[in-house]
């Protein structure tokens, strides 16, 4: 896998995220430029503050830079009103958040469908069944979030967040709420979705055993990219942690 | 806990304001129609102690018919008796009085006054009297049979001219009159809005009553006695009189002082607004128990919103009494607050009030707002008493709230037993619908009102139980239409029922309330419809809309029926008259011509068969009192005198009243009689044209009473009904109000619980536009449950209500399908409207703020 052969799903230029003003400025994203890539499982990784979930943020269109530019499939968020993004996230990008993932009153089916249904769409269903029946909740698919576990619940998410074909998905966190077997069970599933089904993941978390999973890692620290690591393990990644004062 | 409820209340401000609003709406309505009601009062007492100001003592005939509605026949006395009131030692000076009906007719043709339910217009006296309230203040005092004085107020609504020709009317007929003098009452242009036409004494006796009579006598003393030993003196100088002058046999008098007729004359006006009042204090209690729901509601969501925080101060050792003591604590402060709030709004709702009222045409005098302290008190404990049973329960189960529900993700409403929900609601309407049953099988009528509160509470017991389906039912068609988010907006109405069916309580009730007086209202013009389409064979009526006082001159029929056009004119009047003992209402017809123009129905009967000493009596009435053809009934006229009458006929239609007489039988009492209406026959041949240009001309030179084709006075008559229902919506409008406004705060507390659900599916991809769709439907489909439910209890009330009434003459229901659809309809709308800001506000949803929040 060299970088050659690779193509750009979103990338930050010089993105800067700015609270407050005058003398208790605060830099969430201090000029972070990086590209992640199309086909790829990139982790983004960093101690608490770090920026790591503003960065998702900022290039998944939920919120706005400072300063700079966010781009998903070349195009710059930054010039997007709030209805093109809105539509942007729902044909070109899928989330999977660590919890409170599904609309309580619709089925396990509808919640897979959501992105597809609001934006009135058919949606491709050879692919549709085929993420369903390699996240395997066929027999889940009439249930209401109510009546599924937690791993259950977040496979439907993960099978949401594939279901309209994204260029990107966004995953924060996605194991956080989970116990170690359950949230292996669904890292898997998200490796399976860049290995066969041959999609983009970008994936923030703090944890070494989940980040172990993607292809790359992109470490922050205090709003600043603090280097890269490819085909990571866990061991890898606890002790660069340990480096960056986590 | 009073610490911690108060930082409860302030920490929220939001939810204080609407909670607060409910209750403010609430007991603003209370307010508004307590003030109102006092400032209407406390007008009418001040003009009558103005008028009686400096009367001492006020005397009157003592014979006296009462009949319903507080409506009295009272007779005249002779005027004879003004100068030997003036020689009783104590009295300075005296009047002879008459309160009579004059109309007086602008420079435009048209008279002046309200032509309904405003306020009367009087002819009277004028005279030089020392207690006169009554002064000239341009030109000069009525002198002659051509001379009249009115009133500065009317001069000016009438465009009329000093010393130029006005024409007036009354019982006895219209006569023009020169314009000699503008009248100014004590400092007002005109008392309470009425009209006065001001004669000499001897033009006022013949022209307002009959020669040689007035209706009574205003005295002033000269200091030496106080007004009760001036009245005796008086009433003992009259007996005496009375006994020893043959022509005044059977003349009795009453002397009262003055104070005595200012009370009684504002204890009539008194009770005749009282039943306004309560009309009035009916519906805002319908509207305070409307918001009751909505205070409810609030407190429930409330609680189930707090309920990790209450968990948490359980955990940390808090009482269940302290943790529903706290929310007692806020709900008074709310109920306070909210009360405050609501006594000032209802000042300004007083206001719009009187704007209803005179938009219905019925005019009211004005006066300074009069805030009385049982107004105060009334609204402060109402609006107080009603925000904590509001709060009762919703703090009893926040107590009850397990200090482990701390740990719990998200508020769950603890939805009670729906098995024993369904059993109670169900039991409760099986008793009501039984009492009603047993009401139309011929039990008590009174029975009917519990019968149907228990049918309602039953309904709402049930509520929560049949929200669900029916929300999924009703919103059917939105998922259908409207995608995925019309199927989220029928999943969200549906997901907690109780709530839904608790925010659609008010619509219910309101719409329940609209439907039955609908059907009530369209049954009657139904009913009005099919009886004078029966029985007025006439093509014209001439009819007046002066209720109690006055009406049409009996010669206005005499007067068209001599038109070339007509072929027969007949009028139809009322008297009151003690029958049997007991004061009645007695329709008066003219027999020789009422045939062919108004059938009654006469059971082997003809119109001839009724003389001067004959009655006729529905056949209803008769079989109600025991009376038959051939009886003899006693009548007692205002005059005194009883008269023996034989019962010559009986008849089917009582729509005109249940028993008429002759008029001839009037001609040689002194008994006021009015026609209520004059129905007319044209000669064949005739166009509408040339009959109605000649029948306007005769009717106008009365300057009384509308000329309506035969439809038109139908319609009219229908049209009375109208403006009943038209009060009747405006007093349900404010009802409307807090239903909308109960909408708004559910909606609006949901979105504010469903947060992060909203900021989900913004991150995937919900545009703002159908963030508010969903709102909005959510919103339709809660208003169109309360909609759907309360029209079919809103059929059955005015089914029931109707057959309720079926012994008032109301024979079949009507349901007035145009009327229905148009409120499920409205109720659509409402949806809509109330939807706009919890929308809004739900697309101002921040997603990252929502997706973080834990």
């Known amino acids: 896998m060299t970088s050659l052969t690779l193509t750009v799903a979103a990338s930050t230029h010089n993105a800067k995220k700015i609270y407050g003003k005058d003398d208790s400025v605060v830099y969430a994203l201090n000029d972070v430029s ?12 960093g101690p608490s503050g770090s920026g790591k979930s503003t960065l998702m943020h900022c290039i998944a269109g939920l919120d706005e830079l400072t300063e700079g530019s966010a781009i998903i499939d070349g195009e710059d968020l930054s010039k997007m009103s709030d209805k093109d993004l809105t539509e942007l996230r729902r044909e070109k990008i899928g989330f999977i958040f660590q919890s409170f993932n599904l609309v309580p009153t619709l089925t396990a089916d509808e919640n897979i469908r959501l992105p597809l249904l609001l934006g009135n769409n058919k949606g491709n269903e050879e692919w549709i069944q085929r993420v369903i029946n390699t996240v395997h909740l066929q027999d889940r698919l009439s249930h209401r979030p109510s009546e599924l576990s937690g791993g259950q619940q977040q496979r439907v998410a993960v099978a949401r967040a594939l279901a309209s ?6 995953a924060d966190e996605p194991t956080g709420n989970l116990d170690s077997t359950t949230g292996g069970e669904i890292l898997s599933f998200m490796r399976m979705a860049v290995d066969e089904l041959k999609q983009t993941i970008v994936m923030v978390t703090h944890d070494p055993v989940a980040a172990a999973y993607a292809d790359r890692i992109v470490f922050l620290a205090d709003g600043k990219v603090a280097g890269e690591m490819l085909e990571p393990t866990a061991e890898k990644v606890l002790d660069r942690m340990k480096s960056l004062g986590n | 806990m009073f610490r911690i409820a108060l930082k409860g209340i302030l920490g929220r401000k939001a939810r204080l304001v609407l909670t607060s609003l409910a209750v403010i709406l609430g007991t603003a309505f209370l307010s508004g129609t307590s003030i109102f009601s006092a400032t209407l009062t406390r007008t009418f007492d001040n003009l009558f102690s103005d008028v009686f100001q400096n009367v001492d003592a006020y005397v009157r005939s003592s014979q006296v018919i009462e009949a319903d509605f507080g409506q009295e026949e009272r007779q005249r006395i002779p005027v004879s008796l003004v100068d030997i009131v003036k020689t009783v030692p104590g009295v300075s000076d005296a009047a002879p009085d008459i309160q009579a009906f004059a109309r007086i007719i602008g420079s435009d043709g048209k008279p002046l006054g309200a032509d309904g339910n405003g306020p009367p217009t009087f002819g009277g006296v004028y005279t030089k009297y020392k207690g006169a309230l009554w002064t000239i203040k341009q030109g000069h005092a009525p002198m002659n049979a051509g001379e009249v004085a009115i009133d500065e107020a009317s001069v000016k609504a009438g465009k009329l001219t000093l010393n130029k020709k006005v024409k007036v009317v009354a019982q006895t007929g219209s006569r023009e009159f020169t314009l000699v003098g503008i009248a100014s009452y004590g400092n007002v242009r005109s008392p309470g809005g009425a009209t006065f036409a001001l004669f000499d004494p001897t033009t006022a006796q013949e022209f307002l009553a009959k020669p040689g009579f007035v209706d009574d006598i205003l005295v002033t003393g000269d200091g030496s006695l106080s007004e009760t030993a001036l009245a005796a003196a008086i009433n003992k100088a009259i007996t005496k009189e009375i006994a020893t002058k043959p022509v005044l046999k059977g003349v009795k008098t009453e002397t009262l002082t003055g104070a005595q007729i200012t009370q009684e004359t504002q204890d009539q006006i008194g009770s005749a607004l ?30 189930a919103q707090r309920q990790r925080e209450n968990a948490l101060l359980r955990a940390i050792g808090a009482s269940k009494k302290q943790i529903s003591r706290a929310m007692l604590i806020e709900a008074t402060i709310i109920g306070l607050f909210g009360s405050l709030v609501g006594l000032v709004g209802g000042i300004g709702l007083s206001k719009a009030l009187s704007g209803l009222l005179r938009a219905l045409s019925i005019d009211i005098p004005s006066g300074d707002l009069v805030i009385t302290r049982s107004t105060v008190q009334q609204t402060l404990i109402a609006g107080l008493v009603v925000t904590l049973v509001s709060a009762w329960f919703p ?6 709230v397990p200090p482990l529900a701390a740990m719990r993700e998200t508020a769950i409403e603890i939805i009670a037993s729906g098995k024993k929900r369904t059993i109670g609601g169900l039991v409760t309407i099986a ?19 519990i019968g149907i509160l228990l049918v309602f509470i039953g309904t709402i017991i049930l509520g929560p139980v049949i929200a669900r389906p029916v929300a999924l039912f009703l919103g059917r068609p939105a998922a259908r239409f409207r995608g995925i988010t019309g199927s989220m907006a029928r999943q969200n109405s549906a997901r907690n029922p109780k709530r839904t069916a608790r925010t659609a309580s008010p619509v219910l009730i309101g719409v329940a309330l609209v439907t039955a007086v609908t059907a009530l209202a369209a049954s009657i013009k139904g009913q009005i419809d099919d009886v004078f389409t029966q029985q007025f064979k006439g093509d014209y009526a001439v009819s007046t809309n002066n209720r109690g006082f006055g009406g049409l001159s009996p010669s206005l029929a005499l007067d068209i029926s001599k038109l070339p056009e007509v072929a027969k004119a007949t009028g139809i009047g009322l008297v009151t008259a003690k029958l049997d003992d007991k004061g009645q209402y007695i ?93 007319i026959v044209t000669k064949q041949g005739v166009s509408s044209t040339v009959a109605r240009a000649a029948l306007t001309k005769a009717v106008t030179k009365y300057g009384q009473g509308d000329l309506l084709s035969k439809r038109e006075y139908i319609n009219k008559r229908s049209g009375n009904v109208n403006q009943l229902l038209g009060l009747i919506y405006g007093l349900l409008f404010l009802s409307v109000i807090i239903a909308v406004v109960g909408i708004i705060i559910t909606l609006l507390l949901s979105v504010f619980e469903r947060q992060r659900e909203l900021g989900l599916l913004r991150a995937v991809g919900m545009t703002r536009s159908q963030v508010r769709t969903t709102v909005r439907w959510e919103s339709v489909i809660t208003s169109l449950l309360g909609a759907v439910i309360g029209i ?19 024979r079949n229901f009507a349901l007035p399908i145009g009327s229905t659809i148009f409120i499920v309809f409205a109720s659509f709308i409402v949806g809509v409207l109330a939807a706009i800001y919890p929308a809004w506000r739900a697309t101002k949803v921040d997603i990252l703020s929502a997706l973080n929040t834990n």
């Not at chain 1, 990086?34 to 990784?45: E, P």
């Open chain 2, 274 to 303: 009282s039943f306004f009042g309560i009309l009035l204090s009916v519906f805002s209690y319908i509207a305070l128990g409307v918001g009751c729901f909505v205070i409810y509601n609030v407190f429930s969501i409330s609680a």
């Open chain 2, 792 to 810: 079919v209890l809103g059929i059955g009330l005015g089914w029931v209500i109707v057959f309720a009434l079926r012994d008032q003459g109301l």
């Open chain 1, 34 to 45: 990086v590209d992640f890539y199309s086909g790829q499982f990139t982790a983004i990784m």
């Open chain 2, 431 to 449: 008793a009501g619908v039984a009492v009603v049953v047993a009401v139309i099988a011929g039990a008590e009528t009174t029975w009917l009102g």
């Open chain 2, 587 to 679: 329709t008066t017809i003219s027999p020789e011509s009422i045939n062919g123009v108004w059938n009654i129905g006469l059971i082997n009967a003809q119109y001839s068969d009724l003389a001067t000493n004959s009655i006729f009596v529905s056949q209803k009435k008769a079989v109600k009192i025991g009376v038959a053809k051939g009886s003899i009934m006693k009548i007692l006229f205002a005059d005194g005198m009883t008269r023996k009458l034989t019962v010559s006929g009986l008849y089917v239609h009582n729509e005109i009243g249940d028993y008429i007489i002759s008029k001839s039988l009037l001609a040689d009492t002194t008994v006021v009689s009015f026609d209520r209406g004059v129905y």
């Open chain 1, 165 to 170: 074909e994204p260029r990107i998905i966004f």
């Open chain 2, 395 to 400: 703090a009893r189960r926040a107590g009850r």
